[in-house]
């Protein structure tokens, strides 16, 4: 594997600075978005005792007792809530593309506090602002995972702004369609990996994201992320310290035209010698209002005025790829954890 490294890119002379310094953030990550839909982020504001807390709790919950995990086992009716166990989930399925399920377990919560009435009421609204279900132990996990929430809803709102800058789009132009989101955080654990894969078998399978971005921490060990280019070749992820990646779905591509790419990215078994070791990423998914119709942005229309898609509105994209990750009927825990 050729070791390569994302751009990476300061952004606080955006969240803090005037417009020239905006603008000067603003041709960077267009750059990165055009070149490889991935960058590294710095500047983002986001404190580290942030960080270090939610992958202590993290770790913590996930050493539970599986009968204790499954306690708050993810609603068959309900996407993005409670945990998932290993097995549970092939991301490569989004894709169309048979695989053993992924290595890896997983928590997932999205939006709180919210008055649940008119917009979030809507029958469409369901499946995006379904209550949140939370473990017992450890005893602080819900409130430092809020916390966490609230502070990377926040720095996802400004990248918004950021990227409406870069797209020669009015800073507010986003505003109006990501004001209620959708948005998800889904904490991640690769456990160590006491016997060998199966064939074709990764911590992730090879997939997009969904959404308009996902700002991800994850852990620097091998067995980690990885981005493909271009011209097909995988490239290894290795975040600069206090780094945040960021990265656009499928949403921003097809708002853009296909000028930013969401691109395919996969997290790879470790090597035999690191096989013991466990791994937490911790990825924020950011979303658009639930009823926010996706189109292309007037920056981007073709020569001839022409868009690549036709409008579509976001609930209807984002559920039907994220049913396809989930494995097919008939597989029970017992079977996989035998």
Avoid at 75 to 87: A, D, I, L, Q, T
Avoid at 199 to 226: E, S, W
């Amino acid at each position: 594997m050729r070791h390569e490294e994302l751009p990476v890119i300061d952004i606080e002379p955006f969240r803090l600075g005037n417009n020239s310094a905006k603008k000067s953030v603003a041709q960077q990550v267009d750059e990165a978005l055009c070149t490889t839909g991935f960058m590294s982020i710095v500047g983002h504001g986001i404190s580290e005792k942030l960080i270090k807390r939610a992958r202590e709790a993290a770790l913590e919950f996930f050493t539970l007792d599986l009968v204790e995990k499954m306690k708050i086992a993810n609603p068959p009716e309900h996407m993005s809530r409670g945990y998932n166990w290993v097995g549970n989930r092939s991301l490569a399925y989004t894709l169309g593309e048979e695989t053993p399920p992924d290595l890896q377990e997983g928590f997932a919560f999205g939006p709180f506090d919210f008055d649940r009435s008119g917009y979030y009421a809507q029958p469409e609204a369901a499946s995006f602002f379904a209550p949140n279900v939370w473990p017992k132990q450890p005893s602080n996990f819900r409130s430092i995972f809020e916390d966490y929430y609230l502070e990377l809803s926040s720095l996802a709102q400004k990248i918004m702004c950021l990227f409406a800058v870069a797209l020669d789009l009015p800073e507010v132009y986003f505003n109006d369609k990501t004001d209620k989101p959708t948005s998800v955080v889904r904490i991640v654990h690769y456990p160590a990996q006491d016997t060998a894969p199966l064939d074709n078998q990764l911590r992730a399978g090879a997939h997009t994201d969904y959404g308009t971005l996902t700002i991800l921490y994850g852990d620097d060990t091998p067995g980690g992320l990885q981005v493909r280019l271009r011209n097909g070749r995988w490239i290894d992820v290795h975040p600069t310290p206090e780094a945040l990646i960021c990265n656009v779905g499928d949403l921003m591509a097809r708002w853009t035209n296909d000028r930013w790419i969401s691109n395919l990215h996969r997290v790879v078994n470790p090597p035999s010698r690191h096989a013991s070791a466990n791994r937490i990423a911790i990825p924020f998914f950011h979303n658009t209002n639930h009823d926010a119709l996706i189109e292309c942005v007037p920056s981007c229309l073709g020569t001839d005025g022409t868009a690549k898609y036709p409008p579509v509105l976001f609930s209807d994209l984002y559920l039907k790829k994220q049913t396809k990750a989930e494995r097919k009927p008939g597989l029970t825990v017992g079977k996989l954890h035998e």
